[in-house]
């Protein structure tokens, strides 16, 4: 469920959403009100989901075209432009199930054996309503953790996608939306576990957190 509170008085929600899955919400993402509307972005193991927060009784939906994907473990939006990236790892294929859908141009080869290859996609929202896929992506992910990721949007480039490749355990951006590899950088001794963007000005900040390491990243 999705539960919306007034941050004046939080002793009760104001309102509460149904989901469309039993999987628990893991990430959520206020967009632009436009015309009224509030559109939320949310995001469970089942895909991502967009919510319409105004209280005209519209009931969610899954973003389509992201069935065959696998299971969402991420979700990064740039709320100037529209740009949306989820990110999914191969669902256990047990006996019986149907062929596994095909992956993505693959990566270059991985440093260390680790992690599951899995997605990254680019969608783009049109007029706060529809989407689009624009391009995909292969990368390696956590097997077991849900990862966190980042949309940098410098205001004089293209925006860029952040996320901690599980087989380096460092921090890789991509062009968008051609996922061009725009940088690499230094690794972690341990995994990725948070990426958080804050923009100021013409330029930005990255931050980029693992077990034993906070990283700090300026962004032009």
């Known amino acids: ?12 929600c104001l309102e509460s959403m149904e989901g469309l899955s039993r999987f628990p919400i893991h990430t959520i993402c206020s ?12 995001a469970s193991s089942a895909g991502p989901c967009l919510w319409d927060a105004s209280g005209c009784g519209e009931r969610p939906f899954l973003i389509p075209g992201l069935e065959n994907q696998g299971i969402c473990i991420s979700l990064a939006t740039g709320l100037s432009n529209g740009e949306i990236v989820a990110s999914f790892r191969p669902k256990i294929e047990l006996p019986g199930d149907a062929a596994p859908s095909q992956t ?3 990566p270059s080869q991985p440093i260390y054996s680790a992690g599951k290859l899995g997605s990254h996609v680019n969608i783009k929202m049109i007029n706060g309503t529809s989407f689009q896929t ?31 490749d599980e087989s380096t355990h460092g921090v890789c951006l991509w062009n968008l939306p051609s996922f061009h590899v725009h940088s690499r950088h230094r690794p972690h001794l341990h995994p990725i576990l948070d990426l958080k963007y804050s923009s100021y000005g013409s330029s930005g900040l990255l931050g980029c957190l693992s077990e034993s390491k906070l990283q700090v990243f300026t962004c032009l």
Not at 2 to 11: E, G, H, S, V, Y
Not at 31 to 41: F, I, T, W
């Open 134 to 164: 624009i391009h995909a992506v292969s990368g390696y992910v956590s097997e077991v953790r849900m990862s966190k990721s980042a949309i940098i949007c410098p205001e004089r480039n293209n925006s860029r996608f952040a996320f901690g």
């Open 31 to 42: 967009l632009q009100p436009n015309h009224c509307s509030r559109k939320v972005l949310t």
């Open 1 to 12: 469920m999705l539960l919306m509170f007034d941050i004046r008085q939080t002793a009760r």
């Open 104 to 106: 993505p141009a693959s």
